[in-house]
């Protein structure tokens, strides 16, 4: 239900449960999801990043993820602060694999880590990735722009994306 936009509160009214209860499932069901797969050769590896926030506005969390074209799935993310140490633990994450062309907007962090060979900058290369932070806000709740419902933890606002993640490289075809 969380990854169809009903809030915390919301399942738990409908399965009669305690918001506690709601929460220890999710936390417990997102510790048992692995990290997405890095496949070895990508050819078309769209970069990009989407903003929410924790407890606050003024406590901003960032999802830096990257976005496979030709398998339509989410090769890696990390979540945290827009900076380029970030943007380094993404690359981190994705450096074993073979990839032929990296796409990103024009945020500062990209040309300083990713190999510019291979690295195109601009809106034409980024719009699928956009298209699926567009899906993110529609089906996490937390993560819509005008709403009432946030997380209160980094854990439980990572735990939540962690299973969108999982559940959209899954099912990849429906979405």
Known sequence: MTLNGS????????????????????????????EPRVEPQIENLELDEFWSFVG???HQRWT???FDRERKQVSALVNGRRTDANCQALYEKLKAA?????????WGAYPKVLPC????IGKA??????RRNLTF???????QRRTICFSKSEAMHDAVIKLHVQH????????
């Open 168 to 175: 959209m490289n899954a099912h990849h075809h429906q979405i």
């Open 137 to 143: 806000r529609t089906r996490i709740k937390r993560l």
């Open 64 to 66: 830096w993820y990257g």
């Open 117 to 120: 060979a291979s690295h195109h």
């Open 7 to 34: 809030g915390i509160r919301d399942i738990s009214r409908v399965l009669e449960m305690r918001p506690n209860t709601v929460l220890s499932i999710i936390r417990t069901v997102a510790a048992t999801v692995d």
């Open 98 to 106: 073979q990839v032929t062309n990296f796409y990103s907007d024009q």
């Open 125 to 130: 290369g980024t719009r699928h990735i956009e």
């Open 56 to 58: 606050q506005k003024a």
